[in-house]
């Protein structure tokens, strides 16, 4: 039977919820029930209520009760549908990697299809249910190149090995004490040059120049190397999203991606 959100009660039917569903619809994709339906539309209104929405390029909601895998691999913000490949995990808090061969290939290249993602003023936003530490360097979400030499903003690869979380920077690691991977909000925001901001239990800032946006897909569960993917991780994702910086807006990012 096809479902669509007219059952949803308070606001009404967000515009761009409609769209999702829609989408998924064209794609053969089964909806979720009513229940999960009524959850979506209000996280969307709350989150565009915070001008959240208007920030994103992307936008991946893993997290819910849908019977139908593939309506998580929808980027609500462009309509499109990410691929997965390996063993991905499912489940109601969201996509788990498993260190072997398990990835999501977003199909979002900031170099290409950055509008908010800009090399100057961007963020990267994940929402981690089952944080796994791993005593080798594993990549949540990354890409980049070496065409020569590493070209590409402190903000593309979040690493986390050992008892602390890296950013990969345009010529190298640069250390952040103090910020574990964690379960919860994490975020990557720059707004300079210069200036990356690392917010996950605590905002830490480091000074770090930009150099240029790789052209490459972002990928999760592991990172993108010219297009392989490699150094794969183990742990749960519920939502992540890119796009502009938003560093004025962590409270309210937590209090909705929950």
Not at 88 to 104: D, E, F, H, L, P
Not at 170 to 189: D, K, P, T
Request: glycine residues 8%; aromatic residues 12%; negative net charge.
């Amino acid at each position: 039977m096809r479902r669509f959100a007219a059952t949803i009660r308070g606001q009404g039917v967000d515009p761009d919820y409609q769209a999702v569903l829609d989408f998924a619809v064209s794609q053969g994709i089964t909806l979720p029930n009513g229940t999960q339906q009524n959850i979506d539309n209000q996280l969307l209104i709350d989150y565009k209520s915070e001008g959240l929405w208007n920030l994103d390029d992307v936008f991946f909601k893993f997290k819910g009760d849908y019977s139908d895998n593939s309506f998580r691999l929808i980027d609500w913000k462009r309509l499109i549908l990410a691929d997965d490949f390996g063993a991905v995990g499912y489940s109601n808090q969201g996509i788990a990697g498993n260190k072997t061969n398990a990835y999501i290939d977003t199909k979002y290249n900031p170099n290409i299809d950055g509008v908010k993602f800009t090399l100057n003023d961007n963020a990267i936003t994940h929402f981690e249910f089952n944080y796994q530490l791993d005593s080798q360097p594993k990549y949540i979400y990354g890409c980049y190149n070496e065409l020569p030499i590493e070209i590409q903003t402190a903000l593309i690869n979040n690493r986390v090995g050992g008892t602390n979380a890296n950013i990969y920077a345009s010529n190298g690691y640069v250390l952040i004490l103090n910020a574990l991977g964690r379960n919860g909000i994490n975020i990557l925001n720059r707004t300079s040059n210069t200036i990356v901001n690392y917010v996950s239990n605590v905002v830490n800032e480091v000074n770090h120049n930009s150099i240029a946006i790789p052209s490459e897909n972002m990928y999760l569960l592991c990172r993108s190397k010219d297009g392989v993917p490699n150094n794969y991780s183990k742990g749960t994702m519920s939502y992540f999203t890119m796009g502009a910086s938003r560093l004025n807006k962590v409270t309210e990012i937590e209090n909705i991606l929950i």
